[in-house]
């Protein structure tokens, strides 16, 4: 299990951001149209996210809370496959499918997310990762500090849940 330290935030600066994080020469991963199939499942979140850069299921236990938060994550990365999606969604079936373009940096052990999300709008996403349990949550909340301040990110910009749970609640309001 991985700890995370991250914040998500609403933003209609996503290039002005972007070009911000530019100019501490991150590394570019590319720019991924994922998929995320969330299941459903009593505790957490369990999501199998397909795209040509990043296809992986996704535990993940998180606060709802507005602000950067710790996340208790698990990660199984595989190769696309038509059978594994339909085995888990036989077994927990879906609760709401994500579609989003995500372009993907890292400086160290941060990764960056600038996300444009259907039906929900733009977004940006840091998660300061600790894989091994060596840096800590101090250094980890540090650095996710860090990049809250130099995007200005305000309180009320947070967003407390995930795309899923914005998608479904956009759901019921049209209900």
């Not at 991924?32 to 499942?41: E, H, K, S, T």
């Not at 990762?129 to 101090?138: F, N």
């Amino acid at each position: 299990m991985l700890i995370n330290f991250e914040f998500k935030a609403l933003t209609n600066k996503l290039e002005s951001l972007e070009q911000k994080l530019l100019r501490l020469n991150p590394i570019y991963t590319g720019e991924d149209n994922q998929v995320d199939i969330y299941f459903n499942v009593k505790h957490g979140r369990l999501k199998l996210r397909e795209g040509n850069i990043e296809n992986a299921l996704i535990y993940y236990e998180r606060p709802d809370i507005y602000g950067p938060k710790k996340s208790d994550v698990l990660i199984y990365e595989h190769t696309a496959s038509p059978n594994f999606k339909t085995l888990l969604t036989r077994v927990h079936g879906i609760k709401t499918i994500v579609e989003k373009k995500r372009k993907i940096y890292f400086i160290d052990n941060v990764k960056f997310h600038f996300d444009i999300v259907k039906s929900l709008g733009s977004f940006v996403e840091v998660e300061a990762i600790d894989k091994t349990g060596v840096l800590g949550l101090e250094k980890i909340t540090e650095q996710c500090m860090f990049y809250a301040r130099l995007f200005d990110i305000k309180q009320e910009d947070y967003i407390n849940v995930s795309y899923s749970d914005m998608l479904l609640d956009n759901r019921s309001e049209q209900v």
